[in-house]
C-alpha cells in the first residue's frame, strides 16, 4: 500500500510547490493551478475528452445492455463463437486492436480521423465491459417474476422496463462507470485513431510530459485525485446509508 500511494502523495504535494523545475521543495504556492486554470490548450484537450468519454458511454451502455439481453433471452445458431468473439476486444492488446482500426478508418472505409473514429474505437473496446457486469446480473434474475407481471396483464416491454431494467440497474451504472473511466484515460488506441482536432488530455499530458517535467501536470494529477477520492466516497456513503 505504501508503495502504490507513497508516490501519489508525493505528486500532489510537490504540485504546490513554487519551483519551476520540481525537484526540490521551496515554497507553497498555489500558482500552478492557477496557471492549469488558464492553459487553453489542457483545457481544450479536457473538453475533447469529455465529448469522446459521454458519446461512448452512452453507446457502450446501449450495446452491452442489449446484447447481453439478446445473448440471456435468446438462441440463435453460432451464439456462443458470438459472445467469444465480443469478449475479444477486452484481452487483445491496445497497440494490435489501434492499428487494425486505423487501417480500416483509413483504407477501408476512408473515414476521417476525428472524433467519430475515436469515439467507434473506445465503444469497440468498452461495450464488452458493460456486456459482461449485466451479463452476470442476469444470472440472477428470477423468470418468475416476469411471469407473473405478464400474467397481471402486463406486455413484454413493460415487464422488461418495470421489473428487469429496474433489477438490471446497478450492473449498468456500473459498467457505464467502467465505460467513461476507461475512455476518459485510453491512450494508446486514440494515438492512432485520433485526428489534429480531437486531441483528447491523455494524449496532451504525455506530449507535455515528453519535453519535461511540468508543475501543471501535477496539478492537475491532483485535480483528478481529488476528485476519485471524491466520487469513491460518496459511492461508499451512499451504499452504507441504503443499508441501513
Not at 519551476?20 to 498555489?30: A, I, M, P, V, Y
Not at 461512448?56 to 445492455?65: A, F, H, K, M, P
Not at 400474467?151 to 459498467?175: C, H, R, Y
Not at 465505460?179 to 485520433?194: A, G, K
Amino acid at each position: 500500500m505504501a508503495f502504490l500511494y507513497i508516490p501519489i502523495v508525493l505528486l500532489m504535494v510537490f504540485s504546490f510547490n513554487s519551483s519551476r523545475l520540481n525537484l526540490s521543495w521551496e515554497g507553497f504556492s498555489t500558482k500552478w493551478y492557477e496557471a492549469l486554470l488558464t492553459n487553453k490548450v489542457l483545457l481544450a484537450a479536457f473538453q475533447n475528452s469529455l465529448v469522446v468519454a459521454s458519446a461512448t458511454t452512452v453507446l457502450s451502455t446501449l450495446l452491452g445492455t442489449l446484447g447481453a439481453w439478446m445473448l440471456y433471452r435468446y438462441r440463435f445458431p453460432f451464439q456462443r463463437a458470438l459472445a467469444l468473439l465480443i469478449f475479444i476486444p477486452m484481452v487483445m492488446p491496445e497497440v494490435l486492436m489501434g492499428v487494425s482500426l486505423l487501417v480500416l478508418f483509413v483504407q477501408f472505409l476512408n473515414i476521417p480521423l476525428g472524433f467519430t473514429t475515436m469515439i467507434i474505437a473506445h465503444t469497440t473496446f468498452c461495450f464488452p465491459f458493460v456486456l459482461v457486469a449485466v451479463q452476470a446480473r442476469l444470472q440472477g434474475l428470477d423468470p418468475s417474476q416476469e411471469e407473473a407481471a405478464m400474467d397481471l396483464g402486463a406486455t413484454p416491454f413493460q415487464s422488461f422496463w418495470k421489473i428487469t431494467l429496474p433489477f438490471l440497474m446497478p450492473a449498468i451504472v456500473s459498467g457505464a462507470l467502467m465505460s467513461f473511466t476507461l475512455s476518459l484515460d485510453e491512450y494508446i488506441v486514440s494515438v492512432f485513431t485520433t485526428g489534429s482536432q480531437s486531441q483528447t488530455l491523455p494524449l496532451k499530458v504525455y506530449g507535455m510530459a515528453k519535453v519535461g517535467l511540468n508543475p501543471q501536470l501535477n496539478a492537475l494529477s491532483s485535480i483528478f485525485i481529488a476528485a476519485t477520492f471524491a466520487v469513491a466516497l460518496a459511492g461508499h456513503f451512499i451504499g452504507k446509508k441504503k443499508n441501513l
